[in-house]
Every structure is written in structure tokens, then in C-alpha cells.
């Protein structure tokens, strides 16, 4: 049996059994509660989110607008529900391209080590001396603005830091004893690498990657503030906030409630990956 | 013989451990005599190094604490002093040798700065004067070229010059007693040599007393003048140095003097203690001992034994201890 | 010092990045789709003028020959000019430098400012009210969009309360610094969350090590033994941790420099990125990937200056 796998095991066991860290259970709840309200946003929110009645413009929050209007009589708390489909989406792919190429790429150099590491240990470092928002816009405007361009760019930013940390994983493991033991077993080398190396090494990038999570996040917002990333009229909450700051002196609530909601969606995932840290024994 | 610089007494350390109480260290006392070394023996887990940081009052875990006793230092209990007092003890009367130096310097301040520090803290000296006596100390313990020294880091020094930084640390304000907790294990044997000829010289010239704790016979034999013996969390023998190993009482320490692979022996089979040392939380009534005892009968799972006087200071808690002279096999 | 060496060395190791840095910056502007030289020449573009800028900015020449040009360029200080504001884009990224630096050192000694003693409570008083309090709000911390943070600061801080200017840059020093207050203040508490987290960690782990133990038997005070001992050793960490979060921060003050109207680097990029002025983004890209190198330099200098045990 694997490391990892004896290590998954005993967390499964400690979880069935409500012995999990706290910050596991709270983080997962936030997580839970966001997904539903995203997956139920067509039943949920009370007004279309792209709707303009210019009735209703700039109106503070009441009991018809519970989180207020913004200029173009749209209400706040509609166009939240619904950006967080776009926010989530945000997280899940711009975690799970860089996951998958930076872990291919880090164990491939890990592993055989020479030229292939040499290479790519280069290349890792050029990408990470360019500022990562800076890199990230310069492909998005090659690419035009828009949401795939983001995932694109941030697939081709993203995944040095898997492959750094996955490099180093499999580093460490490969001298360990019972890759040792498999090699004098006579194992071919696909198999080691796939039954045993990865196994072990993936388990420090799942945890990573709640906490990139969240990076990845402040970033999508971030680049959509800019204009770089969601176009209008879609409700994403980094457009929200670039579309409130105009008006801070009359109406706050258009920028302070999506920057809520993007606090408590990080939130959650800095406390999943907190707990799973502690519940798998992995420091970052 | 004169006062003891150090008297101990019904020393008791206690762990709590999700709500109960474990005695980890039960009712030591001991004395130790101006100018003195005295081994504290035991396998690892029979308290001699909670013991040691009991003196000090500086016990490894929250969930560990001195229960009771008393030990007298220089005519002063210490247990019922306040925390500044403690911190004059400590470093000022008591010096802390400890095992693993490299773990137990300071890996960023320099060794110099690091004994200066000390001497700054517990005399109102200069600046320069701290670094003076900090030198002074460094050529004392035998490091070449102290003036340069003075400036190097921890990792820069050889494991055997560490060590002796270590003990220039401890010394840093002349106490009147060092505590050595296994100073040699981690050094080759011929470091060690160097490091046991140092103590014993500082106590020749300094009179400085030392309580060196080790799992050595050997070591024991070599410097020590007289010799506890602990077992889980007492003391079972305690005496002379000659006494305790020559002639041992307890058939602990009769097992622990037949573990030491003989000299002149070449081939013979290394003997070994029964059974495992007793646990934290698992510890036997009656005499600690008598699961692996070769001399135990019922009375030894029932009643704890007492250390009493079995010859000229020379103590043993065992009921039936190991008789060497016709007149002690009549009791 | 013979551990200073690597001083001398570095910079050649450094070459291949800076190579590898000048590859991409000219493969993604040679990326942008369309004639690069009809972007240079904006709306006014005739097919003769097309033609001779071709020839003279060696245009019809094989791409590598057209890299070596890049450099040799590069290397006279040569980066092209801004279609935006016609001036040399060197020239115009020199006037840019100084509100950036500004707001990313201040940023980096404000965030230190709040992290060390908020790190340092923490774990001298492990368990505590104020422990869970401080672990709470810097994971929270950690998720606070930078920009929406400074929005939130401006409405309270300029709009509700009036003590700072909302935003720009200014022209006296004291002017200059009440307008930097807010985005350092911004930017420090964003970057203070990462900070008080880790150096929290490895303040506990320190305080439980070997070398505390062994400072306290020799009588020291629990004060100085925490502020002489466990935080020196815990700070070498916080450096690295400070060297690899630089481009973050950079990053951020792009971001900022938006949210407070600050004219330095970042708003120039933003802004030629939205003017479509190519070779403004080319030379601030560059530039901010000299300056995180540079960084880093720096802090590997620092970190040797701090742990004698490193040898680089």
C-alpha cells in the first residue's frame, strides 16, 4: 500500500467519524452553501440579473432591493446569485488547467531528472520573474478580452507553481525508502511513477491548489476590473466592483457587497485548505 | 562531610494527560556535595533528564509539573522561588549542558555573543567587559584562538568544539553547578574522551559540581564519584561510584553492569535486560521493576520499596537485594 | 566575506532569464495579431510608409535576425516609442518609476509593521482569545480582493471621514505621502495576511525549539529570549517569503495604481494596454521583470546578511 494511500485512508476514517479539523467542516460548509446558491440562481434570485429597470436606479438596500440597486437600476443581489456561476467557474478551471499541466510537466522532471529538468527548471524560472498579473495581461490582450483568454493565460502562468511544488515532492519521495524498495522489486519505471510517485506527491498539490483557489479568484476579479477578463453585461463580481467605483460617494453598496461575497468564497477555500492541510498532515 | 551545595528531596514530577495524573518522576532525593560529579544512570524514559529540568524548573511540555519536594541550593529551596529568582538560578547558579548542540545553540547569534549575553544578563557589566570574560571562558573550555571564535557561528565549529562552546556557554557566569545531560552520546569516542577530560578539569580547578546524566556505565566509571540509579521514575540505587557498579545491589543494576559488553572478551554474546522499560501511563504496582526482575516474588508486586541505607552510603530500594558479603546474605 | 561571493557571480547566472525574459517579451508582442508596424502607425498607415518602416525596423528580415535587432536595441537603450504620449518609451517609463517604488516599499515595511507584532501576539499567546482572533482575520485577510479593500478604504477613510485625498499622486514630498498613505496601507494589509500567517507558524515552531530551551536555562528572560533568539531565526523564512510574494505585489499595485489614479508603472501599462501602445507594455512588462529578478538578488543578499548557516 502506498504512503498515500494509507494517508487518505486514515483521513477518510477520521472524517466518517466527525473527527476532522473544524476549519475542514466550516470551509467545506461555505463552499456548499455558494455552489447551491450558483446552481440555484435561476430559482433564487429574485430579479433578472441584467435586467435595467430605470425605475429603480442607484436605490440603497430595502426591502424590495435587499442589497440595493446599481446605476442602471439592476439589483445587486441578483446579479451576486448569478455571478457566483462565473466566480466559481473562475476557481474550478483556473485551478484545474495549471493543476494538470503543472503536475505532468513537474513529476516528467522530477522524475527523469537531466536535460528534461534542467529545461524546465529554466523556463520556470523566466515565467516566474515576470509579475504574474503582468504576464497574464499581456496574453489576454494578444488573445482579445474575455473570459476563455483568462483560462488560456492562466493555464500558461499558472501551472509553474504545481510543477515546482510536484518536482519537489517527487524529489524528495524518489529517495525514499519504499520507491527503493519498488525499484529493487524489480517494478517498471511507468509503473512506480504512476502507482506510487504521483499518488504521494499529488496529495501536497490538491492542498495547494484550494488555497491557489484563492489566488486564482482574486485574480479573475482582478483582471475583470480592469476590463480584461468578463465583459459587460454579465454579472461577475470583479466587473461589479470596477462598475460601483464610480459612484463610492453616493451609493457604497454596489462595490461592498460583491467584494463580501468574493471574501467569503476565498474564505472558504483558505479554510478547506487549512483543514485538509491538517487533516493529511501536509505544510505548505 | 560538609553541607551539600545541593540537597533534593521527594522530587515528584507529574504529566497530565487527558485528565489523568501520571507520576513521571516519583519522589527522588539525593545530595550533591561541593566539587562532586554524580551520575545520574537510567535507560531512556526513567526520568533522569525530567529530573534535571525539574531543577531548573524547565520542563519540556505545559502538561508537565513539579508536584512536590524540595532542593535546597545553597540553603535556599528553590521550588518556592518566583520566576525571577529562577531565571538567577538558572544560568547563574545551575549551567545547562545538553546533548544535542548543534539543536541547542543559537544558529544565528554568534557563540561569543551568546555567553556575553548571559554574563550581561546576570552581572552588571560592560559591554566590553562581557566580551572580556566571554573570551576568557571560550580559552578556558579549550577552543584555539578564542579572540577569532568569539565572532563564529554554531555551524562553523567541529561536533567536538561545539560541544565545548556549549559547555563555555553554560559556564558563562561561574555557576556552582552544571547540569550535563548526556554531553557525549552524539560525539565519536575519542571527542568524547577530550569533552569527559574537560569537565572533570573544570571541576578540579573551577570546584564546580556536576550532575552528568548518561546511559553510559562505562562514562560513569570513567569520572563519576558517586552514582544514582534510576529506574522508572526513582531511584533504586544510589552510592559510590565503586559501590553502585563494583558491587550493585539492585538487580537493575547488576543487569545494567552485565549489558556492558565486557573488555578482554572478544565473541561473547552481548546480554540484555529482559521485557521493555515501563511506559508512561503503564506503570507497574509494587517495585517498577519486578516484571523483569530475576529475584521477584509476590511481595514485590504489592509493595514499592524504599530506599534504605545498605552500607556506608550506600543506599538500595529492593526487597531482596543482591547479597556480596556472607553478612548481608544472612538478612 | 567569502559568503558574499555569489554578489559577483549571480549576475551571470541571471543571464539565461534575462534572456528567457527578452524571448518572451519579444515573441508575445510579435504575437499580437495584426501588422505590428500598422499598429505603430496607428490610423495615418499608407502601403509606402508600411514599406520603408519594414525595411528600417528590419521587418522583412528572418525573425531570428529580427530578435538580434530586439537586443542590440535593447542593449542602446533602445525600446521604441510611446504612440500615445510620442515620447521615448525609456524615457517615459523613468518619469513612471517613482510613485511604484513608493507604494511597494511602503507596502512591504507597512505589511511588516503590522505582521511582526500581530505574529508575535499570536504566538507568545498560542490559544488565546487573541491568537484565534488574529488567525481568523488573516485567513480571512488572505481572500480580500486588493482592490476592493482600497475602495472600502477610500469610502471610508476619504469619502465618510475626509483625512486622505481619494486619489492621484501629488507634487511636494507631503503631498506625495498623504496621497500614498491609503494605497501603501492597502497593499500592506493585503500582503500582512500571508505574512502574519507564516511568521506566526514559525514563531511557534521556533519557541519550541532546541535553542529557546537551552536560552532559557541560561536564565534569559522569556522576553528576550523571543525577541534575541525565536524571532531572528523565525524572520530568514519571512525574507524568502517576502522574495517570492514580490511579483504579487507588483501584480497588486498594477491593480492599485488603477483603483487610487496613481501615475507610476502600473497605470502605464493598463493604460497601453487599453491604447493598444505596444511598446509601452513591452518595456514596463520588461522592467517589471527586471525589477522582480532584482528583488530576489536582493533578498538572497538579505538572507545570507541574516542566517550565517547560508552559503549561496
Known amino acids: 500500500m502506498t504512503l498515500a494511500r494509507t494517508q487518505t485512508a486514515r483521513a477518510g476514517f477520521r472524517l466518517a467519524f466527525g473527527g476532522g479539523p473544524l476549519p475542514l467542516y466550516l470551509g467545506g460548509a461555505i463552499l456548499l452553501i455558494w455552489f447551491a446558491l450558483a446552481v440555484m440562481a435561476p430559482l433564487l434570485a429574485p430579479y433578472d440579473p441584467i435586467f435595467q429597470d430605470g425605475t429603480a436606479r442607484l436605490q440603497p438596500p430595502n426591502s424590495v432591493h435587499w442589497f ?59 515565467v516566474l520573474a515576470f509579475p504574474f498579473l503582468v504576464l497574464m495581461m499581456a496574453i489576454i490582450v494578444i488573445l482579445k478580452p474575455g473570459l476563455s483568454s483568462f483560462y488560456v493565460a492562466m493555464a500558461l502562468v499558472g501551472w509553474v507553481s504545481y510543477a515546482r511544488l510536484v518536482r519537489a515532492q517527487i524529489l524528495v519521495i524518489k529517495s525514499s525508502d519504499f520507491v527503493l524498495a519498488a525499484t529493487s522489486l524489480g517494478y517498471s519505471h511507468s509503473r512506480i511513477m504512476f502507482r506510487h510517485l504521483l499518488p504521494n506527491a499529488i496529495l501536497g498539490s490538491v492542498v495547494f491548489s484550494m488555497s491557489d483557489a484563492v489566488l486564482v479568484l482574486l485574480n479573475g476579479a482582478a483582471i475583470s476590473y480592469l476590463g480584461l477578463g468578463v465583459q459587460p453585461p454579465t454579472a461577475e463580481w470583479g466587473i461589479m466592483i470596477a462598475e460601483g467605483q464610480s459612484f463610492i460617494t453616493s451609493a457604497w453598496w454596489i462595490t461592498t457587497f460583491p467584494g463580501i461575497a468574493i471574501v467569503t468564497l476565498a474564505m472558504g477555500f483558505s479554510l478547506l485548505a487549512d483543514g485538509l492541510g491538517e487533516l493529511l498532515g501536509v505544510r505548505e | 562531610m560538609s553541607e551539600p551545595i545541593l540537597s533534593v528531596r521527594d522530587l515528584s514530577v507529574v504529566a497530565q494527560v487527558e485528565g489523568t495524573t501520571h507520576t513521571i518522576v516519583d519522589q527522588v532525593s539525593f545530595d550533591l556535595q561541593r566539587g562532586e560529579i554524580l551520575g545520574l544512570v537510567g535507560e531512556s524514559g526513567s526520568g533522569k533528564s525530567m529530573t534535571s529540568r525539574a531543577l531548573i524548573r524547565l520542563l519540556q511540555s505545559s502538561r508537565l509539573s513539579v508536584s512536590g519536594g524540595s532542593a535546597i541550593l545553597k540553603g535556599e529551596d528553590i521550588f518556592t522561588f518566583d520566576e525571577r529568582a529562577m531565571r538567577d538560578v538558572r544560568g547563574g547558579s545551575i549551567g545547562m549542558i545538553f546533548q544535542n548542540p548543534s539543536s541547542h545553540l543559537d544558529p544565528v547569534m554568534s557563540i561569543g555573543k551568546q555567553i556575553a549575553e548571559s554574563i550581561r544578563f546576570h552581572k552588571a557589566v560592560s559591554r566590553k567587559e562581557a566580551r572580556g570574560r566571554a573570551v576568557e571562558i571560550l580559552r578556558q573550555v579549550g577552543i584555539p584562538d578564542p579572540e577569532r571564535r568569539y565572532n563564529a557561528y554554531a555551524h562553523e565549529f567541529s561536533g567536538g568544539m561545539r560541544q565545548r562552546a556549549m559547555i563555555a556557554v553554560a559556564l558563562a557566569c561561574d555557576p556552582d553547578i552544571l547540569i550535563a545531560d548526556e554531553p557525549t552520546t552524539a560525539l565519536d569516542v ?14 578540579d580547578t573551577r570546584g564546580v559540581s556536576i550532575i552528568f546524566i548518561t546511559h553510559d556505565l562505562g562514562i560513569v566509571s570513567q569520572i563519576c564519584d558517586r552514582v544514582a540509579v534510576m529506574y522508572g521514575g526513582r531511584i533504586v ?11 550493585g545491589r539492585h538487580p537493575y543494576t547488576a543487569g545494567l553492569v552485565a549489558c556492558q559488553p565486557a573488555e578482554g572478551h572478544p565473541g561473547e554474546r552481548v546480554r540484555t535486560i529482559n521485557g521493555q522499560p515501563p511506559r508512561i501511563g503503564h506503570m507497574p504496582a509494587g517495585c517498577r521493576f ?42 | 566575506m567569502n559568503r558574499y561571493r555569489f554578489v559577483l557571480f549571480r549576475p551571470f547566472q541571471l543571464l539565461p532569464v534575462l534572456v528567457g525574459i527578452s524571448i518572451i517579451t519579444f515573441v508575445l508582442i510579435r504575437s499580437i495579431p495584426g501588422d505590428p508596424v500598422r499598429v505603430l502607425l496607428g490610423p495615418r498607415s499608407t502601403p509606402g510608409a508600411i514599406e520603408r518602416i519594414r525595411d528600417q525596423f528590419g521587418l522583412n528580415e528572418p525573425i531570428w535576425m529580427q530578435y538580434f535587432y530586439f537586443v542590440k536595441n535593447l542593449f542602446q537603450g533602445e525600446m521604441g516609442r510611446s504612440i500615445l504620449y510620442k515620447v521615448d518609451v525609456l524615457k517615459l517609463i523613468a518619469t513612471r518609476i517613482e510613485p511604484t517604488a513608493v ?50 478604504l477610500i469610502i471610508v477613510f476619504s469619502v465618510q471621514l475626509d483625512l486622505f485625498p481619494v486619489s492621484g499622486y501629488g507634487r511636494t514630498f507631503v503631498d506625495k505621502a498623504h496621497h500614498m498613505v491609503l494605497p501603501c496601507l492597502t497593499a500592506a494589509l493585503a500582503l500582512s495576511a500571508v505574512l502574519t500567517r507564516n511568521l506566526r507558524a514559525s514563531l511557534l515552531a521556533e519557541l519550541n525549539s532546541d535553542q529557546a530551551t537551552a536560552a532559557r536555562a541560561r536564565g534569559l528572560p522569556e522576553g528576550q529570549v523571543f525577541w534575541r533568539h525565536v524571532m531572528p531565526n523565525s524572520l530568514v523564512p519571512t525574507i524568502n517569503l517576502l522574495a517570492i510574494n514580490i511579483g504579487w505585489l507588483i501584480s497588486g499595485t498594477v491593480v492599485l495604481e488603477s483603483v487610487f489614479a496613481i501615475p507610476g508603472m502600473g497605470q502605464l501599462l493598463v493604460r497601453g ?27 538572497d543578499i538579505l538572507t545570507v546578511a541574516a542566517d550565517p548557516r547560508v552559503k549561496l
Open chain 2, 190 to 203: 575519542t571527542v568524547q574522551a577530550q569533552i569527559l577530560k574537560l569537565l572533570t578539569d573544570l571541576r
Open chain 3, 103 to 152: 507604494l511597494v516599499t511602503g507596502a512591504v515595511c507597512l505589511a511588516l509593521l503590522i505582521a511582526i507584532p500581530l505574529a508575535a501576539i499570536a504566538a507568545r499567546n498560542r490559544g488565546s482569545a487573541a491568537d484565534h482572533i488574529i488567525r481568523l482575520v488573516s485567513t480571512a485577510g488572505l481572500g480580500f480582493p486588493a482592490f476592493w479593500l482600497g475602495i472600502m
Open chain 1, 68 to 126: 440595493g440597486t446599481d446605476n442602471f437600476g439592476r439589483d445587486i443581489l441578483s446579479r451576486i446569485v448569478w455571478g457566483a456561476r462565473i466566480d466559481l467557474q473562475i476557481a474550478l478551471f483556473g485551478v484545474v488547467f495549471p493543476f494538470l499541466i503543472g503536475t505532468t510537466l513537474g513529476s516528467c522532471a522530477g522524475y527523469f531528472g537531466g536535460w528534461i529538468d534542467t529545461v524546465l527548471m529554466r523556463i520556470i524560472d523566466v
Open chain 3, 273 to 299: 494596454i487599453f491604447t493598444r501602445d505596444y511598446m509601452v507594455v513591452q518595456g514596463v512588462a520588461m522592467c517589471f521583470a527586471l525589477a522582480t529578478v532584482l528583488v530576489n538578488f536582493l533578498a
Open chain 2, 237 to 247: 540505587e544510589l552510592g559510590g561510584k565503586r559501590e553502585v557498579i563494583g558491587s
Open chain 2, 290 to 331: 519486578h516484571p523483569r526482575c530475576p529475584r521477584v516474588d509476590e511481595w514485590c508486586s504489592t509493595v514499592c520499596p524504599d530506599l534504605v541505607t545498605s552500607g556506608p552510603g550506600h543506599q538500595v530500594a529492593c526487597h531482596h537485594p543482591i547479597p556480596h558479603t556472607p553478612a548481608e546474605a544472612a538478612t
